[in-house]
């Protein structure tokens, strides 16, 4: 399904533009869960500007209007032997690509395949003055101009809609295997962060209930050797298992009803010793906490400043504001970028004063 | 003001020598002061030394506290800053200009830490770029972009100009391998952008935003890297061709085919044979040659160079070479490597260009680029990251020659501009810096220009950092009339036309 709704999303933003009137910008809501609650009633709704602009298999890229549905992408990448990179989250079928760029979170394959900024090649988009960029290109290689396309990643919204996107594909590999270990936390951290200096095809190291799960990609014999050095076991049906972590479908995600932490370390922290007992799972090679708790002490934030990291409320607690995790000078550095693209405060304003 | 972000326009007064190298005294010691001709003589160029002028004033800070006066001290005066590292730029992103101080960053040359566990180091921005995989080596990593000026490049520079190198279709460019950075802003504050020894960080993707961002938005001071393990094995394959169009063809094929080489480089019969003449490097004389490596471990390798080969085949590829060691890997290598001084003892001068098209339009590309050089009466020789789609036509002229070395920069720009045309890009990894700062025009549209001025607006308010590279002024494009009329709209309406 293809409609180009450019025109209108223009005129939106120059009648916004003219009222002075901020406007929010919107996807499918997939995560509305962490955004809602800061949106304006003027909406511009990004998910009819969808469809796949130019799609050519032996280039390695996709252009598509940022309204297509990832799961569209999915299905005719598929259908040519490739696939998104680094297992963008996806938690519900209508989610966008240009939502996924805006939040810019990556899955699992972050530390191995990139992140999703890593594949974007050139974006069009939409400034505060009602004005068309069109940054990068559609090629691999590019470096005239400042990146505007990468700096999108993160921004919700709060620099202007985004048009469309030209990605970096990959082949998807022929084949796939998961490796998994019964061990204790902080084993299984030096573990994967051992494993993951090692020339092997790893894509993916997660823990998760004393078990750490190591996907390798690559051809058969590639993959037998692998599997050689690094022992273990097999796990049947691997590509359910990353499925599910990657929409979050996994019990791990389903079955707790309490606040969910998303916490951002070094891949070597050990096991972060917080106040009370949490149930967490690892993801990102170490690199990504996931952790239940109602409630966060004091002590718990310092251990994991100390610690090198940071914390915010993914799920079932009121958003954790980025300029909270700033110092000033970043975050005085966040608004200068965001005025020279929206002068006026136009865009998703109650975010932007959360940068 | 020095700096109008709605047209990019700035003007610098003029400064006394001797009132700011007094200034300046007071935080820094004579000799990281350099303003007399013969010190100033080495920063006059870059690698790109078709444009040359002497610095007013060099300085050499060795602490960061001293860079932050330097930085804030050009602030208040509003003097102009060009920060360099080694000076290996091929676009004259560090030419200085008048009323410049050059900022040079040589001393700040200390690798401050190497994990290896967690696969990371932390830089100063004067490290070379090899430095850091001679670091890791012993821990069995290294640091992946690898341009092809490596062992002199510093990491400083390569984050500047978002370097690349023959390995980028696989591991990505500098801004693909780079986690976090610690900046001077315009006015001498220290930020720490990116994650660092995070794979995230809250925010817009700054680190994005200065990569390739050719010192106009900050002075880089530390960078934190990735580092990845260095593959088990690698193998190169060489394949000649009569035709360009079937070596475009096998590129075509292979990446198609599902595997990532680690580098897919193509050479056209020019510079074959001044490469073969240079270093022996076993090369087979044909139209077209290409080189592909694949690496990993040695039994992925081997299937997949089975692959390679028949596929090769298929496209009437001949004289099929597999380096069979290390040594004939080496040596494969050297000849694409040694290309460019190959292609400058067949002429006085060569011009280098950079563009980059979607791959598919090789071959038509080629055959304009053969039709250019029929119509400008100079020879090019082709070396491209075929696997990527980036271009450098190598055009040979004598300097000497009256008239030749315009000749050879309107037949480059021709170059850029037909690969915008085709969809493609004026600079894949060399930077605009002074060179393309004119094809820029035929690139981007007055909207983006005005974006990129606030910007930096926005980050430097009073223009000081490298003013005047990268980004051109809306004037100068308006006034070389190169731009390209869009929807029937002429370009730059804002501005006056006489």
């Known amino acids: 399904m293809s409609t180009d709704n450019q025109i209108n999303i223009v005129e939106q933003v120059e009648q916004a533009l003219k009222t002075q009137q901020a406007v929010s910008i919107r996807g499918s809501g997939s995560h509305d869960f962490m955004l809602a609650d800061y949106l304006e009633n003027d909406v511009v709704d990004m998910t009819s500007h969808r469809g796949i602009i130019d799609y050519q298999p032996s280039e390695l890229t996709l252009k598509a209007r940022s309204g297509t549905t990832l799961k569209e992408i999915r299905e005719v990448l598929g259908n040519e032997g490739q696939r998104l990179p680094t297992d963008i989250p996806l938690y519900e079928d209508q989610a966008t690509l240009g939502g996924a760029i805006a939040i810019g979170h990556s899955g699992s394959g972050r530390p191995f395949l990139g992140a999703i900024r890593d594949h974007i090649l050139g974006v069009g988009m939409l400034n505060g003055l009602g004005e068309v960029l069109n940054c990068g290109g559609q090629v691999m290689k590019n470096v005239a101009g400042y990146d505007i396309s990468r700096l999108l990643c993160g921004s919700r919204g709060t620099l202007g809609p985004i048009l469309d996107i030209t990605l970096k594909v990959l082949p998807k590999p022929e084949h796939q295997i998961t490796l998994h270990y019964e061990l204790e936390e902080n084993t299984a951290i030096e573990t994967m962060n051992r494993m993951a200096g090692m020339p092997l095809p790893i894509t993916a190291c997660v823990f998760l209930d004393h078990r750490l799960y190591v996907r390798l990609e690559g051809n058969e014999p590639g993959l037998q050797q692998a599997e050689y050095k690094l022992g273990g076991e097999r796990l049947d049906n691997p590509d359910q298992f990353w499925q599910q972590v990657q929409q979050q479908q996994h019990p791990f995600f389903i079955e707790n009803q309490q606040p969910l932490w998303r916490t951002i370390v070094p891949t070597t922290a050990p096991k972060l010793e917080l106040e009370n007992h949490h149930e967490h799972m690892i993801d990102w090679c170490g690199g990504l906490r996931w952790i239940y708790s109602a409630e966060l002490t004091q002590s718990d934030f310092i251990h994991i400043t100390n610690v090198g990291g940071y914390v915010e409320s993914f799920r079932g607690q009121t958003p954790t504001a980025p300029s909270a995790l700033m110092t000033p000078l970043q975050n005085s550095f966040h608004q200068k970028v965001k005025t020279a693209f929206d002068p006026d405060n136009l865009f998703n304003p109650v975010l932007s004063n959360f940068l | 003001m020095a700096f109008d972000p709605s047209t990019g326009q700035f003007e610098f007064q003029n400064w006394d020598l001797e009132k700011v190298l007094s200034d300046l005294k007071t935080e820094l010691p004579a000799e990281a002061l350099l303003h007399k001709t013969a010190q100033l003589a080495p920063y006059e160029c870059d690698g790109l030394s078709a444009y040359r002028k002497i610095p007013k004033m060099v300085v050499l800070p060795e602490t960061l506290e001293q860079t932050q006066f330097i930085v804030r001290y050009c602030h208040h005066r509003q003097i102009p800053l060009i920060a360099r590292g080694a000076g290996t730029g091929l676009s004259g992103g560090v030419l200085p200009i008048e009323q410049a101080i050059v900022l040079s960053l040589a001393k700040f040359n200390h690798i401050k830490k190497l994990d290896p566990l967690q696969r990371l180091a932390v830089v100063e921005p004067g490290v070379r770029n090899l430095a850091i995989s001679e670091a890791a080596d012993p821990y069995g990593l290294y640091y992946a972009p690898d341009p092809s000026s490596q062992i002199a490049c510093t990491i400083g520079g390569n984050v500047a100009e978002n370097s690349g190198g023959v390995h980028c279709l696989k591991y990505g460019l500098t801004v693909n391998n780079i986690l976090g950075l610690k900046i001077i ?30 010192g106009l938005l900050g002075i880089i001071m530390e960078i934190t890297v990735r580092l990845i393990p260095k593959p088990e094995s690698a193998q190169v394959i060489l394949a000649a061709f009569d035709k360009m169009s079937d070596a475009g063809r096998a590129v075509k094929e292979i990446i198609s085919s599902g595997i990532i080489p680690a580098g897919l480089e193509m050479m056209d019969k020019l510079a ?28 992925e390798i081997d299937q997949q160079m089975s692959q390679i080969e028949s596929l090769l085949k298929n496209c009437n590829a001949h004289d099929l070479r597999l380096s069979e060691n290390e040594a004939q890997r080496a040596l494969f290598w050297a000849g694409r490597k040694a290309a460019f001084p190959a292609v400058g003892r067949i002429s006085p001068d060569y011009y280098c260009m950079d563009g980059t098209i979607p791959r598919k339009e090789l071959p038509d590309v080629l055959d304009k680029i053969a039709e250019f050089s029929r119509q400008y009466g100079l020879r090019c020789a082709n070396v491209f990251h075929a696997g990527d789609g980036n271009l450098h036509p190598l055009i040979l002229y004598d300097a000497n020659q009256e008239g030749e070395l315009e000749k050879a920069e309107q037949f480059g720009a021709d170059i850029l501009k037909l690969c915008v045309d085709k969809g493609g890009t004026i600079t894949g990894e060399h930077g605009v810096g002074v060179e393309k700062i004119d094809t820029m025009c035929h690139q981007f549209h007055s ?10 607006a926005q980050l430097d308010t009073n223009g000081i950092l490298n003013p005047g590279k990268a980004i051109p002024s809306l004037h100068r494009c308006a006034e070389l009339g190169a731009m390209h009329v869009h929807n029937g709209e002429l370009p730059h309406p804002e501005i006056p036309r006489f």
């Open chain 2, 185 to 214: 802003d315009s006015e001498g504050d220290l930020i720490t952008l990116g994650g660092g020894e995070c794979l995230d960080s809250p925010g817009y993707d700054l680190l994005a935003l200065m990569n390739g961002s050719e």
């Open chain 2, 272 to 299: 074959i044979q001044a490469a073969e003449d240079f270093v022996h490097a076993d090369y087979p004389i044909a139209e077209a040659l290409l080189i592909c490596e694949l690496d990993g471990t040695q039994v």
């Open chain 2, 447 to 456: 909207p983006e220009l005005v974006q990129f001025h606030t910007l930096k």
